[in-house]
């Protein structure tokens, strides 16, 4: 038996995922902290699946913290059937190790994407409110538009400012028009 624990933020906890899966019997439980919107940049969650062997199974406290896509959940457990293994959800105890249990699966992974799908909306419709009220600055920008105006200033190219500052040629052009603006 092997764990999996995933948090979308730093901001929350792995302490009760880890521990119900120790509880379960997981005595290799592997945790990051990452959106399960997609399976992009799960480095721990691809680990795992190249660990696991015929007979293993993959334990998770919820299956939303397997993924929060009905595609991704859907292929992970085509992936653990082809390997011979299979996944446990620990909170509405389900498996598929049975047809049975492939079918619940399939219906918490749709009842997954669904929940994701109204998190985006709230979180548009917050964003909108807050826009109407004056308060929404969007992100803080996270490129110093005084470095890239040197730099261009220096005659430096702008494909090379954007290699060397870790920013898209997009970003550098929209830095240098909102100078001249």
């Given at each position: 038996m092997i764990g999996y624990a995933r948090v979308s933020s730093s901001s929350q906890e792995l302490d009760i995922q880890k521990a119900k899966l120790k509880a379960a019997g997981c005595e290799i439980i592997r945790s990051e902290t990452v959106s399960g919107a997609s399976r992009d940049?799960?480095?721990?969650?691809?680990?795992?699946?190249?660990?696991?062997?015929?007979?293993?199974?993959?334990?998770?406290?919820?299956?939303?913290?397997?993924?929060?896509?009905?595609?991704?959940?859907?292929?992970?457990?085509?992936?653990?059937d082809a390997k011979g293994a299979s996944l446990r959800v620990l909170e509405s105890e389900v498996t598929t190790a049975g047809d049975m249990g492939r079918m619940v699966i399939t219906v918490l992974g749709m009842v997954a994407d669904m929940e994701l799908k109204f998190i985006r909306d709230r979180q548009r419709a917050g964003i909108a409110a807050a826009k109407d009220k004056g308060v929404y600055k969007g992100r803080r920008k996270s490129v110093d538009a005084a470095a890239i105006r040197r730099l261009a200033s220096e005659g430096v190219a702008k494909a090379k400012i954007a290699r060397d500052l870790g920013v898209s040629r997009m970003t550098v052009y929209r830095a240098l028009a909102d100078a001249e603006t």
């Open positions: 940049d799960r480095s721990e969650l691809e680990t795992v699946m190249e660990f696991l062997r015929e007979g293993d199974e993959l334990v998770v406290h919820r299956l939303d913290r397997l993924g929060r896509s009905t595609r991704d959940v859907l292929n992970l457990i085509h992936e653990l």
